[in-house]
């Protein structure tokens, strides 16, 4: 009995040891120093994308959205490479598509992969007029490439460093997949016709063999009132990222964003990323457990109108103290 004594006592003072060595590194990671997110900074990276008008595939829009979007990680001092592509979309349309890479200290061996989309919807297929005409995509496209724009500032300006590489990756063609109105009868079941660029980099990467240590993808970060749940994809392939980044939303501040709750798997960018590409990425998207995509989703009501900077604020300053702190 007394033996039995003495093992619970040794046991209790081995957890109470492991519980202060976790303050203690709490206490550690807390000390280290972040650059400022700018989420006005963000917002008018938005603008100035929402500006150009929908930057839908084979448009002159898209086309100076690409060369703005180049130009901007070139002016960071970053290596860019476009991979320019063809493919068809599930009406025949042949679209000419790039996704965008920029590389920010490409000599480092542990690399954090940001990615988001930066094409708009061709159509409004939610909305209840101008249904054919395509939509801003302030938050649908947007609002993800904003923040990926502000954290590849603040990597190049802050003068401060992170231990680890940072990848940036703009895909192409995500929403050119089929209207909401399709019937499943008349739907093209050849394959998956969402998020085509991510589709075709995950075959074919910029760099052969490239990888990275975890991806975060971006996506419809911006509206008000937003909430991210944990999306089933990155909980099956990416739970302990997942787990990761929540718990710096809630350290931070954040957690009325980042709700502890769990919702369903969508198709979106980051699937392929993990399935194909075999780089374990989550996605920090707006989709409710209750009643999934907003409803400004594939509307004419995702504009500017709808951008929040205090949403804005709280996925920049998560992701960027997540990347300070590996």
């Not at 700018?38 to 917002?43: E, F």
């Not at 947007?142 to 500032?153: H, N, T, W």
């Not at 937003?226 to 954040?254: D, I, P």
């Not at 949403?311 to 990347?323: P, R, S």
């Amino acid at each position: 009995m007394k033996n039995n004594w003495i093992i619970v006592i040794l046991l209790a003072m081995l957890i109470s040891c492991g519980q202060e060595q976790t303050e203690e590194q709490v206490a550690e990671e807390e000390l280290r120093e972040v650059p400022e997110f700018n989420a006005d900074s963000a917002y008018s990276f938005i603008q100035k994308q929402v500006d150009f008008g929908p930057r839908v595939p084979n448009t002159e829009e898209h086309q100076a959205t690409k060369r703005w979007l180049v130009e901007k990680f070139e002016t960071y001092g970053m290596t860019v490479t476009e991979q320019d592509f063809e493919t068809k979309a599930y009406d025949g349309t042949n679209l000419k598509l790039t996704n965008i890479f920029a590389a920010y200290k490409p000599e480092a061996s542990k690399r954090i992969l940001l990615a988001a989309h930066w094409d708009t919807r061709h159509m409004a297929d939610k909305d209840t007029d101008a249904i054919d005409q395509p939509i801003d995509g302030a938050n649908d496209g947007g609002s993800g490439v904003g923040v990926i724009l502000e954290i590849a500032r603040v990597l190049a300006t802050s003068g401060l460093e992170p231990e680890v590489g940072v990848d940036f990756i703009l895909f192409d063609g995500e929403d050119y997949g089929e209207p909401e109105q399709t019937k499943p009868s008349d739907r093209n079941h050849s394959q998956i016709w969402w998020a085509l660029g991510s589709q075709h980099w995950s075959k074919n990467p910029h760099e052969p063999g490239y990888s990275a240590y975890y991806g975060i993808l971006l996506d419809m970060v911006g509206a008000k009132g937003a909430r991210f749940y944990r999306e089933g994809y990155s909980m099956q392939y990416a739970r302990n990222t997942v787990q990761k980044v929540w718990r710096n939303a809630h350290r931070l501040g954040h957690g009325d964003f980042f709700p502890m709750r769990d919702s369903h798997e969508i198709i979106d960018d980051h699937v392929f990323v993990n399935q194909v590409a075999n780089i374990p990425m989550i996605d920090i998207v707006e989709y409710s457990p209750d009643y999934g995509f907003g409803k400004y989703h594939h509307t004419h009501q995702d504009s500017m109108d709808l951008i929040d900077q205090r949403t804005l604020k709280a996925v920049g300053e998560t992701v960027l103290y997540t990347i300070f702190h590996e």
